[in-house]
């Protein structure tokens, strides 16, 4: 199994990880970019967040995204994972954990205080995997999201 940072290339096969991640979510309809959205986006000089590509044998299985975050409580910056994905047949071999401990090598090399993401309540498989790495739910914080009309209404707004 090797993990290697995602190039501009591999733009269309992010993509399909994408979708086939918002099926498993049942959140297909929300996928809205396409393959220059996510070249652009991940590739283009004003990129923010950065993407890895988890290979078998030569073979794509998955892909993780993440940003830099910044905690005013430590004074440090932290890593969000934005994206943790792999393909249905690749699930259990490994591949799930080598990319989440490429990225939490990452924070740790980098100073960084905290590797985050969110989980949705009912996906259980995704829940057990995190905890068995370690990693504790924070009940006590609710996300909030402005997006489309509302986000452009509100940024518009006296």
């Not at 049942?26 to 959205?37: H, L, M, P």
Request: charged share 20%.
């Amino acid at each position: 199994m090797q993990i290697r940072p995602a190039t501009a290339d591999d733009a269309g096969l992010i993509l399909h990880f994408i979708r086939e991640l918002a099926i498993y979510e049942k959140a297909e309809s929300s996928v809205q970019t396409d393959e220059a959205g996510i070249r652009a986006s991940l590739f283009g000089p004003d990129a923010k967040a950065q993407a890895l590509v988890c290979e078998r044998d030569g073979q794509a299985i998955g892909y993780a995204v993440f940003f830099y975050n910044y905690s005013t409580w430590l004074g440090r910056n932290g890593i969000y994972l934005e994206d943790l994905y792999v393909s249905p047949e690749q699930r259990g071999s490994g591949a799930g954990k080598a990319l989440l401990k490429h990225i939490a090598r990452l924070a740790v090399a980098q100073g960084c205080g905290r590797f985050e993401w969110s989980v949705l309540d009912w996906n259980t498989p995704a829940i057990a995997f995190y905890r068995a790495a370690g990693a504790l739910p924070q009940d006590e914080w609710t996300v909030y999201r402005l997006q489309g009309d509302a986000l452009r209404q509100f940024a518009q707004s006296e």
